[in-house]
């Protein structure tokens, strides 16, 4: 079996504490292609479109959602990150807007918390998701280790 980690990538989006307490990551203004890649040895890549990670994510992480960190700067400039579970996430019909339920980790570090009804902004965040199995994509090698897939 071959597992690997994808980054999705924004322009903007917010980290949304809803009045019932739940929190949401909002992906604003989407790229429509999101990297992925394994461990080593093979070091494969390659590409997920927004629908693929969406429509495939049920069959990539099963009933177990998987760890996600998001980085990003605030609107001072400063920057942040946050680790959470991430739930199925939602696609806008323009493909623009990703939406997904999370739930953040409790960070000795940072103290991240947002009341009920707060929104946090953020500029240029980049998710990065864990290890999914590479069942039913399509990849390329690009180092000179053979690679075997049982898939």
């Not at 069959?59 to 605030?74: A, K, L, W």
């Not at 960070?107 to 902004?121: K, S, W, Y």
């Amino acid at each position: 079996m071959v597992t690997a980690l994808f980054a999705l990538h924004s322009d903007r989006g917010d980290i949304k504490r809803t009045e019932r307490g739940n929190y949401k990551l909002i992906l604003k203004d989407l790229d429509q292609e999101h990297i992925w890649f394994t461990d080593r040895p093979g070091r494969m890549q390659g590409s997920l479109t927004s629908e693929e990670i969406t429509e495939g994510w049920d069959s990539y992480f099963s009933d177990d959602s998987p760890n996600s960190v998001v980085s990003f700067q605030d609107k001072n400039g400063d920057f942040q990150r946050l680790v959470f579970e991430q739930y199925k996430p939602h696609l806008n019909e323009e493909g623009t807007r990703l939406t997904s339920r999370i739930k953040p980790f409790k960070d000795p570090v940072t103290g991240f918390r947002l009341e009920r009804g707060e929104t946090l902004a953020m500029i240029d965040p980049s998710v990065v998701v864990d290890s999914y199995t590479l069942s039913d994509i399509t990849f390329i090698n690009n180092t000179e280790y053979k690679c075997k897939s049982t898939m």
